[in-house]
């Protein structure tokens, strides 16, 4: 049997072969630990640590001193939000998020109201972007941080960071993102943005899973962080534990190679999408979720009305792996948050698919994806019409007889 079509590129993507050569050394001959600098094998792999940082930084605008890794974005969120919340209580207890932001940055923000702070969940529009006035009138003098994602993991909207960020220097209160989705898809620059923390991963451009990065300002306001893993004191204390090199190195390799490929790639999803679109599009009842043009060029997410959500992903499952929302989120019974937040009904949230176009996708597949979807939508709209006509014959004849006795 063949794989299905590979478009799920929002929960993670296919490790590239050149992030997999790049690291392979630091697994063999480089094996080394960098805080080992009484010896070859140490300045190696630190080396090798070093110039990964460097390219890191180099990406976001920012320098090697403000990178420090961590196992994921997940981290990074949980770093950022408790860091600094445990640093800057004094000065306030209010934080700010946005209803549509990943559950790594929601659930540390409701964590931080157990401990008794305040947090703000802004609204959004119907195509998923924040009001910016109304960001803007939530900050308050207590508050602390403003928490909003780059590019969303479900609808791939693409929030407006450098207004945000001019926003939040005015009145002096800390300005996070969640770029897990954007690094290397898109140009991010911290200063330009007026970005003081931003979490990054791997594995969402092709490199390795279990590695990320925090950036932390260091100037124009130095940041203040509250470590929340003690131990050795790698990462300049944030985050202490032994430095996985070849992970470091991989990501490293991967944001290179995106950046490399940054144009031309997003021209050719862009394609890729629209031409998605053009085929979907032709279904009585489908909508498109977020804005049209500020998205990631890969992100496809749309909602079908009078079909059945599980049986819609099950049916496509032998053809195309996707999801209907956030892979980390799969298994919850509950209709995406996302949607919701959209406006969406529970039912036309849970008959919703995202299609996550990447690197390895062709027009081949886009089509045949395209032509096998409406093929499956139009089958269980049948179904679900022969059924209903089935119980009104059958509820007809069941009151017919009632009527005669």
């Not at 959004?124 to 972007?129: A, E, K, P, R």
Request: aromatic share 6%.
């Amino acid at each position: 049997m063949s794989r299905p079509i590979y478009l799920d590129c929002h929960a993670t993507t296919p490790m590239d072969t050149r992030v997999l050569d790049a690291m392979i050394p630091y697994f063999t001959e480089r094996f080394g630990n960098p805080s080992s600098l009484t010896h070859a094998y140490g300045w190696e792999a630190e080396a090798g640590v070093k110039t990964a940082r460097q390219t890191i930084a180099d990406a976001i605008n920012a320098t090697p001193t403000e990178i420090i890794f961590t196992s994921g974005a997940t981290e990074a969120n949980n770093l950022a939000i408790k860091g600094v919340a445990e640093a800057y209580f004094s000065q306030g207890k209010h934080l700010i998020a946005v209803q549509t932001e990943h559950r790594a940055v929601l659930d540390p923000c409701k964590y931080l109201q157990t401990l008794g702070f305040e947090v703000t969940y802004l609204p959004v529009s119907q195509d998923g972007l924040v009001d910016l006035e109304q960001l803007e009138q939530a900050i308050r003098p207590d508050t602390i941080l403003v928490s909003v994602m780059a590019a969303n993991n479900e609808i791939g909207v693409l929030q407006p960071l450098a207004e945000i960020g001019a926003i939040c220097h005015k009145h002096e209160v800390l300005f996070h993102t969640d770029a897990a989705q954007a690094i290397a898809k898109i140009p991010l620059d911290v200063e330009e943005m007026n970005i003081d923390l931003m979490s990054l991963t791997a594995h969402k451009v092709y490199g390795p899973k279990g590695i990320g990065a925090l950036y932390v300002r260091r100037r124009n306001p130095r940041v203040r962080l509250a470590a929340q893993m003690h131990g050795g004191g790698q990462e300049k204390g944030f985050r202490s534990g032994t430095i996985y090199t070849p992970q470091i190195v991989g990501f490293a390799k991967a944001v290179e190679l995106g950046l490399t490929e940054i144009e031309s790639e997003s021209v050719r999803q862009l394609q890729l999408r629209e031409k998605l679109w053009s085929i979907l599009s032709k279904i009585e009842g489908i909508q498109l979720n977020g804005h049209p043009t500020k998205r990631l060029p890969g992100n496809l997410n749309v909602s079908v009305e009078r079909v059945d959500g599980s049986a819609l992903l099950l049916g496509l499952q032998p053809i195309v792996a996707l999801s209907s929302g956030s892979a980390c989120s799969s298994t919850s019974t509950a209709p995406s948050h996302v949607l919701t937040a959209l406006g969406h009904s529970s039912q036309l949230a849970y008959a919703s698919l995202r299609f996550g176009i990447g690197r390895f996708n062709t027009e081949a597949e886009i089509e045949k994806i395209g032509s096998e979807a409406i093929a499956i939508i139009c089958a269980l709209r049948q179904a679900k019409n022969n059924h209903t006509q089935i119980v009104s014959q059958e509820s007809a004849l069941f009151q017919a007889n009632s009527d005669s006795v």
